[in-house]
């Protein structure tokens, strides 16, 4: 889950709905300076669906016993956290391998900034380092078969995959921000234009408010979008686990809408 405040309150998003957001800014990407996903529609399900794995798990979210709220997403266990990357990228392959290699590149974006080797327990440094090479070996046999298939032999070269890798981050990373409540400047590094080039983005909202948000340079085909995302609202905290669950069954749906619009570049 991805918790936002608001007053004495507090929204609940969860993975999947972030993830969904995050396909609603896919499908709006590219302009004469960026580059639109490719395959279109394939890069879009995949950044729609990147945390499908968390589906199971955000029915019934366990309970943070020191915030007496819903664990978000970086305060689950690792083992747990693993297990979950792993159900989800062998769930993908219900949409094709191409789909599902796009995933397990997520995964890696997500592990990449997450896990530092130097700082963990020499334990788990050692069950990421076997997972990531069962993700690697899994997708190199996914890719074998994808290269052979002339329908998807030009977008798995390296190239054309680590753009793709680079856009869903970004994507992801913008979403979960939207999600969070932008109340000042952001900056995002290494966003792919083409296959060949990257460039920096700063997302401020206007006004401090996270309602409305200013994106610079733009990436979007139209000057100004609209996106939306739904969660539930939670009106106190938590003794228990019991009391979490009965008060996310009975919360209320809430939709939180943001406006994005191009920014003068300089």
């Known amino acids: ?148 298939n002339p329908q998807f032999s030009n977008v798995v070269t390296n190239q054309a995959l680590e753009h793709c890798r680079l856009l869903i981050g970004v994507l992801d990373r913008l979403s979960l921000d939207i999600c969070f409540g932008v109340k000042s400047e952001k900056f995002y590094r290494n966003v792919p234009m083409t296959r060949r080039e990257t460039t920096d983005l700063r997302l401020r909202p206007v006004d401090h408010d996270p309602a409305e948000l200013v994106l610079t340079p733009w990436p979007f085909r139209q000057d100004v979008i609209k996106v939306r995302v739904l969660g539930k609202l939670l009106h106190s905290r938590f003794a228990s686990q019991a009391q979490l669950d009965d008060a996310l069954l009975k919360a209320q749906d809430q939709a939180v809408e943001t406006i994005l619009r191009a920014g003068e570049t300089k």
């Open 1 to 148: 889950m991805l918790l936002r405040s608001e007053g004495l309150e507090t929204i609940a998003f969860s993975q999947p709905s972030h993830a969904w957001l995050s396909g609603q800014l896919a499908r709006q990407w590219g302009n004469a300076h960026f580059a639109p996903p490719e395959p279109f529609e394939d890069v879009c399900l995949a950044t729609e669906q990147h945390d499908l794995g968390w589906q199971e798990w955000e029915a019934a979210p366990a309970l943070n016993e020191k915030t007496g709220l819903p664990q978000q997403f970086f305060e689950v266990p690792g083992d747990v956290h693993m297990k979950l990357w792993r159900e989800g990228i062998g769930t993908a392959q219900i949409y094709g391998r191409f789909v599902a290699v796009l995933v397990s590149l997520h995964a890696v974006t997500i592990y990449g900034f997450a896990f530092d080797p130097k700082t963990a327990e020499p334990a788990h440094a050692a069950k990421v380092h076997a997972f990531l090479d069962a993700l690697a070996a899994q997708r190199e046999e996914w890719l074998r078969q994808l290269r052979a």
